[in-house]
């Protein structure tokens, strides 16, 4: 699709959604999902633009773009800050070139560092992504690895261990033996090390796999842990808006051509629009909020849900988490322990009703 008949409807979208919303406070636009560091800068300058006359922006707007780090992309970062993107999120994910190739990565290692380079000149905040537990990254490995990429530059990082999505080449390839991942004595040591180092460079883990300086963390994806609102724009998003009393999960037409369609036809690329149910909310606060090391605050759980605590999850499940330590319970407070949160899914899993 030609870049400006997308951004021409990336804009009919925002402004056909703030006349349906109104003039709400905006407190940060995330440019994501894909590669929208191909965009023209133009265009992301427009979007902005348009994004805060339409809302009202609160002080100290976070405006992230996400990027990878090969040199088309890499080349276009200070005409990006121009437009008015203050904080850039690099798609590292390795600074080794096997692993690289491994994960189907189209950038080097040199490529990552000298992008990390450029950005810390030209943004005020920066983040970027590493996975670990590859197939043959030993301990040692991985500190080296990490000690690196903190040294250059590093108010955020998000660091996700390895693992195997069902129905991907990766899965494929893991059921033939291609590969092996580190046990899970392993990986529970690179993840405490992981919380050593990161905490070494003055960076606390807030989110299971997130960790940022005093201040950093990044307040567009606070807002999807903390259960706010947020509006979702362009082929395949999702959004959680509130009208009146109740709370809608939307989205969009996933492929580019059929949302742009719609979007000049009706003003909206948007297919569905469900009301979300008591039950419903509180799953998805209680999946949200426990990846967080500050955790949910019950008063705003019940206000956000309309259920108190024992009326969203298993009394009995509740109970045990609590007496193992995997979660914490306050009169105001639920949140996960450290030993919770490495075992988040399954937890949930069993303590959702």
């Not at 040692?140 to 690196?148: G, R, V």
């Not at 494929?172 to 046990?183: E, H, I, K, S």
């Not at 998003?237 to 996933?254: D, K, M, Q, Y």
């Given at each position: 699709m030609?870049?400006?008949?997308?951004?021409?409807?990336?804009?009919?979208?925002?402004?056909?959604?703030?006349?349906?919303?109104?003039?709400?406070?905006?407190?940060?636009?995330?440019?994501?999902?894909?590669?929208?560091?191909?965009m023209?800068p133009?265009?992301?300058?427009?979007?902005?633009?348009?994004?805060?006359?339409?809302f009202?922006?609160?002080?100290?707007?976070?405006?992230?773009?996400?990027?990878?780090?090969?040199?088309?992309?890499?080349g276009?970062?200070?005409?990006f800050?121009?437009?008015?993107?203050?904080?850039?999120?690099?798609?590292?994910?390795?600074?080794?070139?096997?692993?690289l190739?491994?994960?189907?990565?189209?950038?080097?290692?040199?490529?990552?560092?000298?992008?990390?380079e450029t950005a810390?000149k030209l943004?005020?905040?920066?983040?970027f992504?590493?996975?670990y537990?590859?197939?043959?990254?030993?301990?040692?490995?991985?500190?080296?690895?990490?000690?690196?990429?903190?040294?250059l530059?590093?108010?955020?990082?998000?660091?996700?261990?390895?693992?195997?999505?069902?129905?991907?080449?990766?899965?494929?390839?893991?059921?033939?033996?291609?590969?092996?991942?580190?046990?899970?004595?392993?990986?529970?040591?690179?993840?405490?090390e992981?919380a050593?180092?990161?905490?070494?460079?003055?960076l606390?883990g807030?989110?299971?796999?997130?960790?940022?300086?005093?201040?950093?963390?990044?307040?567009h994806?606070?807002?999807?842990?903390r259960?706010?609102?947020?509006v979702?724009?362009?082929p395949?998003?999702?959004?959680?808006?509130?009208?009146?009393?109740?709370?809608f999960?939307?989205?969009?037409?996933?492929?580019?051509?059929?949302w742009?369609?719609?979007?000049?036809q009706?003003?909206?690329?948007?297919?569905?629009?469900e009301?979300?149910?008591?039950?419903?909310?509180a799953?998805?606060?209680?999946l949200?909020?426990?990846?967080?090391?500050?955790?949910?605050?019950?008063?705003?759980?019940?206000?956000?849900t309309?259920?108190?605590?024992?009326q969203a999850?298993?009394a009995t499940?509740?109970?045990?988490?609590?007496?193992?330590?995997?979660l914490?319970?306050?009169?105001?407070?639920?949140?996960?322990t450290?030993?919770?949160?490495?075992?988040?899914e399954?937890l949930?899993?069993?303590?959702?009703?």
């Amino acid at each position: 699709m030609p870049e400006a008949r997308f951004a021409k409807a990336l804009r009919t979208e925002l402004a056909h959604d703030a006349a349906r919303l109104g003039r709400r406070k905006l407190g940060s636009i995330f440019f994501g999902g894909g590669t929208p560091s191909l965009m023209a800068p133009e265009s992301v300058a427009a979007l902005i633009a348009d994004a805060t006359t339409l809302f009202e922006p609160l002080p100290n707007m976070e405006i992230t773009l996400e990027a990878n780090p090969t040199s088309v992309e890499a080349g276009r970062l200070a005409a990006f800050r121009q437009a008015g993107v203050n904080r850039v999120s690099l798609g590292i994910q390795a600074l080794d070139d096997t692993a690289l190739k491994f994960l189907g990565r189209e950038h080097s290692a040199p490529q990552a560092l000298a992008a990390l380079e450029t950005a810390r000149k030209l943004f005020p905040r920066i983040t970027f992504d590493l996975i670990y537990a590859r197939p043959g990254q030993s301990l040692a490995d991985w500190q080296q690895e990490l000690n690196t990429a903190l040294s250059l530059v590093a108010d955020h990082v998000s660091l996700y261990q390895l693992t195997i999505e069902p129905g991907t080449k990766f899965e494929a390839l893991y059921r033939t033996g291609a590969f092996t991942l580190p046990n899970e004595e392993e990986a529970a040591a690179l993840y405490e090390e992981t919380a050593n180092i990161t905490a070494r460079h003055g960076l606390a883990g807030y989110e299971v796999s997130n960790y940022a300086k005093p201040g950093s963390e990044s307040r567009h994806n606070l807002t999807y842990w903390r259960y706010g609102d947020y509006v979702g724009l362009g082929p395949g998003a999702h959004g959680r808006v509130t009208e009146g009393n109740a709370l809608f999960a939307t989205r969009r037409h996933r492929a580019p051509e059929p949302w742009a369609e719609r979007v000049e036809q009706t003003g909206t690329g948007q297919t569905s629009q469900e009301a979300l149910s008591p039950q419903d909310r509180a799953r998805e606060m209680l999946l949200m909020g426990l990846r967080v090391t500050e955790g949910i605050a019950l008063p705003r759980f019940n206000a956000r849900t309309g259920l108190t605590l024992e009326q969203a999850t298993n009394a009995t499940i509740l109970q045990a988490a609590l007496e193992e330590n995997y979660l914490e319970l306050t009169p105001t407070t639920l949140r996960a322990t450290p030993e919770g949160r490495v075992r988040l899914e399954a937890l949930l899993h069993a303590l959702l009703v």
